[in-house]
């Protein structure tokens, strides 16, 4: 029963369990929620649920790997938690949801530097930490881009 809960909870409800790229789906529903969902938009509640997915993630996590092995790709809530940090606090409009998507990727699949590091951490810790640290620099870089919009007057929201 607990590797079922586990299986339900850390595959986002089974959306991990898709063929291809389930980590890229995974966000990309969550960019979905986010942009039809406008509670989401709350700065406060986006980043409760990023707690309760970091809670969640580190607990299915273990089990996960106890199951299938190091940080299996049906796992998809360390997904949802960090493109949800990577939204948070955004400005409203399609250009900073959209490069939120863009860098999350960019940085959780290239893995530089701490990311990488991150995911070497034991169990669920791990699991989690690199994509929270790729939502945390995805949602810099965005604001860089968009200061850098706004320095050349260029609009950003539509």
Not at 33 to 40: G, H, R, T
């Amino acid at each position: 029963m607990k590797l079922l809960a586990a299986k339900i909870l850390s595959t986002c409800f089974g959306i991990g369990l898709f063929p291809v790229a389930p980590g890229t789906v995974t966000s990309v529903v969550a960019v979905i929620a986010y942009v039809f969902i406008p509670a989401l938009h709350s700065t406060l509640l986006l980043l409760s649920l990023v707690l309760i997915a970091l809670v969640v993630g580190i607990w299915t996590g273990r089990i996960m790997e106890e199951e299938y092995g190091n940080d299996p790709s049906i796992v998809t809530i360390d997904e949802l938690a960090g493109q949800w940090l990577a939204l948070a606090a955004l400005p409203a409009g399609v250009v900073p949801v959209l490069l939120s998507l863009a860098f999350f990727r960019l940085f959780d699949i290239a893995k530089p530097g701490p990311v990488n590091s991150a995911q070497r951490l034991p169990g669920g810790f791990g699991i989690m930490a690199d994509d929270l640290l790729a939502g945390f620099f995805a949602n810099l870089s965005v604001r860089g881009v968009l200061a850098l919009l706004t320095l050349f007057h260029l609009p950003f929201s539509l």
